[in-house]
């Protein structure tokens, strides 16, 4: 026997065995990429789109309040849509902004003001397909979202003079809260997908020259206030000055004559037992005459006799 036909008898073939474990590992491994590429998943706050690019199809999964795992052909694409509550921070101050600047606006009396805003926003999850159609690059917010608040704040302003964003500040927030809400309904290519959870007006800035002018006659405002204020009061004293004296010049009068009465009637008595009435009368006057000045004071003169000797005396 040569040695050519042992090396050809004795040449190696792979059993069936390995054939077959050899088609196993390579049906597992396409079968794993087929799942790896058929199964999703999604977290909370998320809605998936499924688009299957044979079919031209598209359809949503999952409303965003649980996590889970979905089947999709292993061609078809997903697209991740947050649909939980965002946040729009626009405002401008010191130097510095937020997300976006604050929206300027001219008031109805030309004036500009810059207001600052924080608008809190979701997508309604069954809305989602119609929204991605519309904008397959998933930027409605900076194309349509952002403009729409935009212009809803400008138009808002400008029925407003600027002396009334300070005081209806109140009444401009939430019709601005109500007329967003509306046009971001009405807009036809968000397709009713935003839902508007509610505005923050947190500024109406105001140019600095008007709000110094505006302290200034506010200050001038105080001063003429306190200044009537003050007018006022001496007017009221006065007259309650004015009113105390009538009243005390009354009720004096008033007791001179009950006192005049009185004497009259004392010396009527007296007169009527002595029959004299003028020297009772005389006599009376004289002695209260004495009693008024030993009452204030004042130096009692004593006439004595014919010889008319003045004796003076001092009461106090």
Known sequence: MSRRYFERSVEFRPP??????????????????IMLFSVGHIGVGYVAIIVDPLTGSMRSIGDGASARYFFKPPWASVYKVYVAMESIHMWSEAGQRGEFPAVE???????????????????????VVELYRNYPGMDWKDRAIIPIIRETIRDLIAR?????????RGEIGALLGEELEKALKEDPSLEGAIILEGINLRRIALPDAFV???EKKLAAEQLAIAAQ???????????????????EAEGAAKSRIIVANAT?????????????????TNLY???????????????IIIVSGEDRFLIPLQTR
């Open 264 to 280: 009259r009637k004392a010396i009527e008595i007296i007169a009527g037992e002595t029959g004299n009435t003028t020297s009772i």
């Open 105 to 127: 606006a001219l008031t109805r009396d030309g004036l500009r003001v810059d207001v600052d805003i924080t608008v809190r926003w979701r997508i309604s999850p069954s809305k």
């Open 16 to 33: 069936r065995v390995r054939r077959a474990a050899a088609l196993a590992v390579l049906l597992i491994i396409v079968v794993g990429s």
């Open 229 to 247: 204020y003050n007018r006022t009061r001496m007017l009221v004293l006065a007259n309650a000055t004015a009113v105390s004296k009538i009243i």
């Open 160 to 168: 407003y003079d600027a002396i009334d964003t300070i005081e209806k």
């Open 212 to 214: 110094n002018a505006i």
């Open 285 to 299: 006057l004289y002695l209260e005459t004495l009693r008024e000045i030993a009452e204030k004071g004042g130096s």
